[in-house]
């Protein structure tokens, strides 16, 4: 079943990062391969969320995209998905979760909008909450639309363990994204070169986010490899944060039971209960 809602209004670099994900999105429309796989969704969530937590329960998806997550939800035994999208790619979705459309509801709206009488066993926002400028008011929400004792799974960039990378890739992207697609989309297949010369490197030499190359980015076919860097790259809003940010964005906002983990040295996992 697919709904439509307006998105609340929101500041321009808001608009701007919806309307990037929006063009980005439709796109880049496939989740083949391991890309959308239930092992990468595993990868993503564990230890803090099992799939044993999704079997059977009632699940919100705050920025679904493509309906990636949703459909890794899904396979891992969701009982139903309310999938929420505010930009155009919410379509996507729809059609990508066609074949399940009983089990999924997409609604057009930023997390701001997720019901609030559906009493969700879980919500989860993965790779969406570090483009927002503010993410407090969509967390406030994501509390309450929970059932008592529900819990939250968040995946954010994480700064520990990003020295290097940051560094480099926050210079290059004050130019990325602002960049066309057509000559990013050439950017990142140069990028990716020199990125599976890096992972081939670390393969014999102990190099940062070592561990995230040779158990993820170098197991993604080719296109799925440069897609990673274009969405590295491509939006107009990135915060890579800290473990105590992290926290504190669940902790300040009403959670309780918050825990943390540091996925590949490189990002932060994090569940809170309500």
């Not at 014999?204 to 070592?210: F, K, S, V």
């Not at 158990?215 to 860097?229: A, E, G």
């Not at 039971?257 to 490189?266: A, D, F, K, L, P």
Request: proline fraction near 5%; glycine fraction near 6%; aromatic fraction near 8%.
């Amino acid at each position: 079943m697919t709904s439509s809602h307006s998105a609340k209004s929101k500041p321009d670099l808001g608009q701007r990062t919806i309307a990037d994900f929006g063009d980005q999105w439709t796109r880049y429309t496939d989740n083949s391969g391991y890309y959308g796989s239930l092992a990468l969704f595993a990868d993503i969530c564990e230890p803090l969320l099992s799939l044993d937590n999704v079997r059977g329960r009632t699940v919100a998806d705050i920025g679904s995209g493509t309906g990636r997550i949703v459909n890794m939800l899904l396979d891992a035994g969701a009982a139903h998905v309310t999938a929420l999208e505010p930009s155009e790619s919410f379509a996507v979705v729809a059609a990508n979760t066609a074949d399940r459309a009983s089990r999924v509801e997409v609604i057009r709206c930023d997390g701001t909008a997720i019901p609030q009488d559906r009493d969700f066993d879980l919500v989860v926002s993965i790779g969406v909450l570090h483009h927002v400028e503010n993410p407090a008011p969509i967390v406030k929400a994501a509390r309450c639309a929970l059932r008592p004792g529900g819990v939250i799974f968040i995946w954010l960039y994480g700064r520990e363990g990003n020295g290097i990378y940051l560094a480099l890739f926050e210079p290059l992207r004050a130019v990325t994204k602002r960049m066309p697609h057509r000559l990013l989309a050439i950017l990142c297949h140069v990028l990716d070169f020199i990125a599976m010369l890096y992972t081939a490197a670390s393969r014999i030499l102990p190099l940062p986010m070592r561990q995230y190359m040779q158990t993820v980015y170098r197991r993604l076919p080719p296109d799925k490899r440069r897609l990673v860097i274009y969405d590295q790259l491509n939006p107009a809003y990135a915060k890579y944060y800290s473990e105590d940010e992290a926290r504190s964005l669940l902790e300040n906002n009403g959670f309780t039971n918050v825990r943390t983990h540091h996925r590949h040295g490189y990002s932060w996992s994090v569940t809170g209960a309500r």
